[in-house]
């Protein structure tokens, strides 16, 4: 059994990937918020200014925290990419050097998270598309840094139903909208997006590291 560090994992996609996991390894949570969830080990802390718990064991870490800060660069503040790049870049850089050692012990899995924003220009996403193109230049140089120690890999999805894209889905006219942007007709769902999580942590992708996966539902990699 494995002992799979979820940061973030209360709510959305962090809270899918736990979820999928629990039943067949030892997933230890970490958010602000409580995730009362049977077979899940939770810690309540900020990631930012509190100290990481120890785990003596583990073989996979899963950094979700994340923002959507969609405005226009003539409202955004400096202290708003900032903040952007604490909680998506220094966060998980800080839970990946607090636990090095015990990931290079296991040689494990390290999934960290971008967006199609990175990869197809979209108004109003600067403060997100700056500080998630940091997390996919991170994972390459970690991945070649580490490359005979621990995997990293981004999953870049597109629009995902969970509270954080809450607004952009908050009635059924808006979802249609959402979908017939995408050429699949579709936006995600966070159980698609915790599947390839929980395949890129497994020992079936123990070749794979140093990706940036897209989940993009067609709207970067088709045109109709």
Not at 72 to 99: C, M, P, W
Not at 191 to 197: F, I, M, N, T, W
Not at 201 to 218: E, Y
Request: one cysteine or more; glycine letters at 6%; a positive charge.
């Amino acid at each position: 059994m494995k002992t799979i560090l979820v940061i973030g994992g209360s709510k959305g996609i962090g809270a899918s990937i736990a979820n999928r996991l629990k039943d067949t390894n030892h997933v230890i949570t970490i958010s602000r918020s409580l995730n009362d969830v049977d077979n899940i080990t939770h810690h309540s802390l900020n990631v930012l200014e509190d100290e990481f718990p120890k785990i003596d064991n583990l073989d996979g870490l899963v950094y979700c925290p994340g923002s959507i800060n969609l405005k226009s660069l003539s409202r955004l503040k400096i202290e708003d990419f900032q903040t952007d790049f604490n909680i998506n870049v220094l966060g998980a850089i800080r839970a990946i050097k607090h636990y090095e050692k015990q990931l290079i012990q296991s040689k494990g899995s390290v999934v960290l998270f971008s967006t199609v924003a990175t990869h197809l220009g979209m108004p109003f996403h600067s403060s997100i598309a700056v500080s998630k193109a940091a997390v996919e230049g991170l994972a390459k140089s970690l991945a070649a840094e580490y490359a005979t120690k621990i995997r990293f890999n981004v999953i870049a999805p597109t629009v995902t139903d969970t509270p954080l894209a809450s607004r952009l889905l908050r009635n059924e006219k808006q979802q249609e909208t959402m979908r017939e942007r995408h050429p699949l007709k579709q936006y995600l769902d966070p159980k698609e997006v915790a599947s390839l999580a929980e395949y890129l942590l497994s020992d079936n992708t123990k070749s794979i590291s140093g990706q940036i996966i897209p989940m993009d539902a067609g709207i970067v990699s088709i045109k109709l």
